[in-house]
């Protein structure tokens, strides 16, 4: 998942996305899951891999 070069987003803000995108839907259990974020540019990636944001 190619978050850095396709979200231009820092190494380390790539690193909690991709954990929200794989390792959190296990851990929820099937209850939503929000990402929660002041970083614009992450939040924008964030929305581009369809989590919801706030």
Known sequence: MP???DHRVPT???I???VAIE???ALADGEA???VTRDR???AAAVALRLMVR
């Open 41 to 43: 540019d992450q939040a």
């Open 16 to 18: 909690h996305l991709a």
């Open 33 to 35: 899951i929000e990402f």
């Open 3 to 5: 978050i850095v070069t």
């Open 23 to 25: 390792e959190c839907p």
């Open 12 to 14: 380390l803000d790539a």
